[in-house]
């Protein structure tokens, strides 16, 4: 009864900021690594952004380095994404998932159904 449950998207002009939450169920959140994936239309799902069972590493796709940090809460069993200065090729639906134990970008157990972000121009 794994529940991972994602919200903070919208519609954001381009240049504005957005704060996705993932709160997670089901699990010891403390010894699962989170990360952050989107998916726009007819793309691939990427990699966004992933961060280590205490919080102290966290790695990023290029694409958004410099402007998202990922951070986490273990005792509120929450991950976050901040996003900054948004741009139009940032819109997608974006889910957070848990791998249990070393931060990867592969092999994670658990999703969210997924938050839209539309980022206009």
């Known amino acids: 009864q794994v529940h991972l449950a994602e919200s903070g998207g919208g519609l954001v002009q381009a240049g504005g900021s957005l704060r996705l939450s993932c709160v997670a169920s089901?699990?010891?959140?403390?010894?699962?690594?989170m990360g952050w994936f989107r998916q726009a239309p007819g793309k691939e799902r990427e990699k966004v952004a992933a961060i280590s069972l205490s919080g102290s590493t966290a790695y990023y796709a290029d694409s958004v380095k410099g402007r998202f940090s990922i951070s986490r809460d273990n005792a509120k069993n929450t991950v976050y994404l901040q996003m900054n200065s948004l741009k139009p090729e940032d819109t997608a639906i974006y889910y957070c998932?848990?791998?249990?134990?070393?931060?990867?970008?592969?092999?994670?157990?658990?999703w969210g159904q997924g938050t839209q972000v539309t980022v206009s121009p």
């Open positions: 089901g699990l010891t959140f403390s010894r699962y690594a």
């Open positions: 998932a848990a791998k249990f134990g070393v931060v990867a970008w592969t092999g994670y157990d658990y």
